[in-house]
């Protein structure tokens, strides 16, 4: 079983949709990241929390350490959002490294 | 804003070549870190580097691998004798403190074994 799951695999929204993207986890963390990978591969940090709740413009990034569940939403969806987003875990017991979920790929259509 | 920048962007190499593939961090990064990506599958970690030694590394990460920083900036990858299965995108990361800072990647090195 992967420690991080995310769900789900593949979404397809319309322009103007509100989005959720789950991530679940069986490890202790010390941060968990989401991150957004463009088309052409290059990966772009979007949060990074270890507790409660960030919000960036149209994005929003939660998560409950006691269920290990973070949540990640984007209002107001637009094309350009489609991309890959991937959750990924600091564990506390492996030093720094990251350990990545296998991604939810998100298409806005117009 | 500072980014990580790597170098090349893609690589096409002969079976049993070696490869390097560079990186130059965010320049008060402390750690560093390699990870690859298969096409199609999820982003696995290679090794992590701090201090000037490997403080991390993967299964993957066997003898045929080493990672450098030769001059302070740069931070490289090699590949000794390149396997069709090495075939992958290539992302170089680093942070400024080991836990709870974000992680910067670059855009990636696709290599290509054939």
């Known amino acids: 079983k992967n420690e991080v799951e995310q769900s789900p695999q593949n979404l397809t929204a319309q322009e103007g949709e509100f989005i959720t993207i789950n991530c679940s986890y069986s490890?202790?963390?010390?941060?968990l990241h989401w991150l957004q990978q463009h088309p052409g591969g290059g990966i772009v940090s979007l949060f990074m929390l270890s507790s409660g709740k960030k919000k960036h413009g149209r994005l929003i990034a939660t998560i409950n350490i006691q269920e290990k569940h973070s949540s990640l939403h984007i209002t107001a969806s637009h094309p350009r959002d489609s991309a890959v987003y991937i959750c990924?875990?600091?564990?506390?017991?492996?030093?720094?490294?990251?350990?990545f979920g296998e991604g939810t790929q998100l298409t806005v259509n117009p | 804003e500072p980014e990580v920048t790597q170098t090349p962007s893609h690589q096409v190499t002969q079976m049993g070549q070696e490869v390097i593939l560079r990186c130059v961090p965010i320049s008060n990064h402390l750690y560093f870190y390699w990870y690859r990506q298969i096409l199609g599958q999820k982003v696995e970690f290679l090794v992590s580097?701090?201090?000037?030694?490997?403080?991390?590394k993967s299964e993957i990460f066997d003898d045929q691998f080493s990672v450098e920083r030769p001059d302070g900036s740069n931070f490289t990858l090699k590949i000794r004798s390149t396997k069709l299965e090495d075939s992958a995108m290539y992302f170089c990361?680093?942070?400024?403190?080991?836990?709870?800072?974000?992680?910067?990647f670059g855009q990636g090195t696709r290599l290509t074994v054939v």
């Open positions: 990924a875990v600091g564990r506390e017991t492996s030093g720094s490294r990251l350990t």
């Open positions: 490890v202790g963390i010390s941060a």
């Open positions: 990361a680093s942070r400024r403190q080991a836990s709870a800072t974000e992680a910067f």
């Open positions: 580097f701090y201090n000037n030694e490997i403080s991390e």
